[in-house]
């Protein structure tokens, strides 16, 4: 099995015109590249680059595979400690874990491997007759597992692959989670998170119910009365306000939303017409990719501002300078103060107060400026919202999903894992690893066996 990267019959000019718009930000390696990239690494017995990956993939090992030509090898061994080896290598931050971890950084003027590519270049060119992994004898055990992100999918790939019947309920009308809805077009490009769902789905054994929530369609407590067990993997749905004047305004957007509706879309003219200039607030990899895309979809002013400066900022370096390689500004010290309508009721600028650090403690100071714009996007974090409807509640800590050992919840059964627990950077490759984990101590659980 291959995913395919053909397009679809019936691909029309407008899907083809929308995908020149967003092409892949990081194409893939040749063969010849991949071939001389492997040959640099040093295939290192501890590696640290094992230690620095949350998924703890033997990347050595996979490198050497692709050093041998064997591309199959590379890809199995990358999927059996992360099922979602293919879009990882595509979002995950290597730059700051795996790739920061390789010992060629301390040799002088020597570039880190890039394992990140070649981790694409495994997935993206393995071929496997069916799917790569068998499923173990039946064990007659039914796990629920609530999202279809990447932590749903990893934890139900793994207990599927342990033998376990798992049926997934997701919310939306697709599974993928962040991957589907929430990340960049130019860093997924080509329907690869429907692809990469419909890879994990042909292990087997799983089955996927969606536009079907919790505390709307089903009952936490219904689950439990069904199900040998339930995983929780509800990710965030809600996002931060800037509690401002004038926030609730048709020019003031939330740009997960506007993520969500570019990625979904297929035909230009189903979006909006661009904004002539933009302001974008926050500091992280959504703030980034916002303002990147309305670069792409011909925004000519695009400003993104952040509270504090640079070195505070949630996205990494690499990803500040994708911002600036499309020109985007980015304005830090500023924090939004107001949002400026003309007697139309019409948006034309907002109000910043310039901020300044002071014994670690951010501080305002005594001036302000204005930024015109047509529009503005919130990109300043999302929140859990459990669902208000439900009434079986695990226990909570600052706003999320209170999980101790393997996951577990404070709900005898129920485990969680992924961006609505209080674990990790909401990193997909993290979701990926705490549904495994969970999964591992899932299948424990219910069949009182070691794994």
Same mark, same amino acid.
């Given at each position: 099995m291959v995913m395919s990267m053909e397009k679809p019959q019936g691909y029309s000019q407008q899907q083809l015109a929308l995908d020149q718009?967003?092409?892949?930000?990081?194409?893939?390696l040749s063969a010849r590249q991949a071939g001389i990239e492997s040959s640099r690494c040093y295939y290192c017995y501890d590696a640290p680059c094992i230690t620095a990956c949350p998924s703890?993939?033997?990347?050595?090992?996979?490198?050497?595979s692709i050093h041998a030509d064997d591309l199959t090898g590379a890809a199995k061994?990358?999927?059996q400690e992360n099922i979602m080896g293919g879009s990882c290598a595509r979002v995950c931050p290597t730059e700051i874990l795996c790739e920061q971890a390789c010992v060629r950084n301390k040799e002088q003027e020597q570039a880190p491997v890039k394992i990140g590519l070649l981790q694409r270049h495994a997935t993206d060119n393995a071929v496997f007759v069916g799917h790569p992994f068998?499923?173990?004898?039946?064990?007659?055990?039914?796990?629920?597992v609530v999202g279809a992100g990447p932590a749903g999918l990893s934890c139900a790939h793994r207990l599927a692959m342990l033998g376990n019947?798992?049926?997934?309920?997701?919310?939306?009308?697709?599974? =993928? =989670?962040l991957n589907e809805y929430g990340i960049a077009k130019y860093k997924l490009t080509d329907n690869f998170a429907q692809k990469e769902v419909d890879f994990i789905l042909s292990i087997g054994g799983i089955t996927l119910h969606t536009e079907t929530a919790l505390g709307k369609d089903i009952s936490l407590e219904q689950l439990k009365d069904k199900f040998d067990a339930v995983f929780l993997a509800l990710g965030l749905q809600d996002v931060q306000s800037l509690m401002l004047v004038n926030e609730v305004h048709p020019q003031v957007i939330n740009a997960v939303d506007f993520i969500r509706e570019l990625r979904q879309a297929s035909d230009l003219n189903q979006l909006d017409i661009p904004p002539e200039s933009a302001v974008v607030i926050g500091a992280g990899n959504t703030a980034i990719d916002m303002a990147c895309q309305l670069k792409r979809l011909g925004t000519e002013e695009v400003t993104l501002v952040y509270r504090r400066g640079e070195?505070?900022?949630?996205?990494?370096?690499?990803?500040?300078?994708?911002?600036?390689n499309h020109q985007v500004r980015i304005k830090t010290w500023a924090k939004p103060e107001k949002i400026n309508l003309d007697h139309d =009721?019409?948006?034309?600028?907002?109000?910043?107060?310039?901020?300044y650090s002071e014994d670690g403690q951010l501080k305002d100071s005594d001036q302000t400026f204005d930024i015109a714009c047509s529009a503005v996007f919130k990109a300043v974090g999302q929140k859990f919202a459990y669902p208000e409807k439900e009434?079986?509640?695990?226990?909570?800590?600052? =706003?999320?999903i209170t999980t101790v050992g393997q996951q577990v919840t404070s709900l005898d059964g129920v485990f969680a894992g992924g961006d609505c627990t209080a674990e990790g950077q909401d990193l997909t490759v993290e979701a990926v690893q705490q549904g495994k984990l969970a999964a591992l101590a899932i299948h424990q659980h219910i069949n009182s066996v070691e794994v």
């Open positions: 718009m967003f092409k892949d930000i990081n194409p893939a703890k993939i033997n990347i050595p090992s996979f490198i050497a061994t990358i999927y068998k499923r173990e004898a039946a064990t007659g055990k039914t796990v629920a019947d798992v049926e997934i309920f997701e919310a939306a009308s697709k599974a =993928g =989670g070195e505070q900022m949630s996205a990494t370096k690499h990803e500040q300078q994708i911002a600036k =009721g019409v948006l034309r600028s907002m109000t910043f107060r310039k901020t009434q079986l509640i695990p226990t909570l800590s600052n =706003g999320k």
